[in-house]
């Protein structure tokens, strides 16, 4: 039964999935993903932000003490903090879309050059993992279309197999992954995202 549901398609690598690109354009395209993912909440106030401190604490001379200007200064105790994490808005970094399209094509083509791409074909209704784990007997990733999104579900179930959307793979999934399989239903949509 289990090849009754997904079966092996053999089939010529489309031309998209074969043209290779520079291991600087991956570099880019995955330290770009990582930058944007990342969320900062760590936030410490600086001395105009630290309630108080808007009256000079004594005058500039004659005190013989050493001059202030805010009780909130850094060197104070419950003053402001110096150098501390911030929640400041960051330059986003930008990936052009022909260089984002190239960078998804250009690894999916290391995995066809490997000899680790391969295409599956979805047939009939899946109504258990069982049925699709003799299949995936090795940790991969499945990109699947939009017409076969519940097999996503079976295949997350698998230890060490991922599913994702045609719609949301990136470079990063592809290149984390060890072996790829396409559904069928996904080559136009790959199509799509891969050409210029």
């Known amino acids: ?19 290779e690109v520079s291991p600087a354009l991956l570099a880019q395209a995955v330290y770009t993903l990582h930058k944007r993912a990342r969320v900062r909440t ?8 630290v309630r108080g401190g808007g009256r000079k604490p004594w005058k500039q001379k004659g005190t013989g003490r050493a001059r202030h200007a805010s009780i909130r200064s850094p060197i104070w ?16 970094l930008e990936l052009p879309s022909r260089m984002a399209k190239a960078a998804l094509c ?16 979805v047939s009939g209704e899946i109504a258990k993992t069982k049925e699709v784990a003799k299949f995936f ?5 499945l990109v ?29 999934d ?6 790829v399989w396409i559904d069928e239903s996904a080559l136009s949509t790959l199509e799509r995202r891969c050409k210029k």
Do not use: I
């Open 42 to 49: 760590a936030h410490t106030k600086v001395r105009k932000e």
């Open 144 to 172: 699947v279309g939009e017409a076969n999104a519940k097999m996503a579900r079976f295949v997350r179930n698998l230890p060490r197999m991922a599913a994702v959307g045609v719609d949301q793979l990136t470079v990063v």
């Open 106 to 121: 250009g690894a999916l083509a290391w995995h066809a050059s490997a000899k680790t791409l391969g295409f599956v074909k």
């Open 77 to 92: 105790v419950g003053g402001g903090v110096v150098f501390g994490p911030r929640v400041r808005k960051e330059r986003v």
């Open 1 to 19: 039964m289990a090849k009754e549901a997904v079966t092996e398609v053999k089939m010529k690598t489309p031309e998209y999935l074969t043209k």
């Open 137 to 141: 007997d090795e940790p991969g990733l």
């Open 174 to 179: 592809v290149l984390t992954s060890k072996r």
